[in-house]
């Protein structure tokens, strides 16, 4: 199978929706691939009681959305940051052409979020995140965001991306991930990005350890589908 015959889905990270891959998509289109960003239940136009999403909401509504396509095995599934734990499970129950993971968690079975970002030593965002409890929901603080997750940005750029940001609902945070050999045999590519601040370079070597990856470095920080997406671009498309 060539590479024109993969169909290319987005998931975003926390925080945000589909619209973050706008830049990117555009330039995929007009390179005539097929490339579609999702919004996770919650987040964009998907409204959704934010009491009743966990991460397995997120999984099983990406599986429902790759399922729509012809063949998931033409899908190569892509995950930025949160949605590395979305992906992962996903490829463990449907079988996927590849994964691509973007400044991405990227688990072992049983991990959550929360376990895999306590090893980050408060690196990152946690100084950023309000916890509201009662509303099941994580807030940020954006004074001062900036400079962690748009750090390489024009200010036009930036102050765009910022206005897109949403409330983040709690649960999926503590979900855990089950992955097997279905997950174990997909390909996988990691970009490493060499300016993050919200996961550091490090830290995201640390990720790809645990895992067979092809890891790949862009020299871009944490949103680079906002920052470089043609650059980005030439790693996704890495046959």
Known sequence: ??????????????????NSFDALIQQ??????????????GHG??????????????????????EKIESTENVVLVGH???GMVISEVAQRIKLKKL???????PRSGDSLIKIAEQFNGEGL???????????RITLNKEGLESVLYNDCALPLWCKAMT????????????????????NNTEKDYIVCLQDRAITPDAQRRLCEISNCNVLELDAGHEPMVSQPAELLLLINVD
């Open 1 to 18: 199978m060539s590479e024109s015959d993969s169909v290319y889905v987005f998931v975003h990270g926390a925080w945000q929706s589909g």
């Open 28 to 41: 995929m289109k007009t390179k005539g691939m097929i490339a579609h960003a999702l919004d996770l239940p």
């Open 45 to 66: 136009e998907n409204t959704a009681d934010f009491s009743k999403i966990t991460l397995k909401t997120y999984i099983d509504y990406v599986i429902s959305y790759v």
């Open 81 to 83: 940051s949160m949605a």
């Open 100 to 106: 691509i993971y973007i400044a991405a968690f990227l």
């Open 126 to 136: 946690s100084r950023f995140m309000r916890f509201d409890i009662p509303n099941s």
């Open 164 to 183: 897109t940001l949403q409330d983040q609902p709690v649960l999926p945070f503590n979900g855990k991930v089950t992955l097997g050999d279905q997950f």
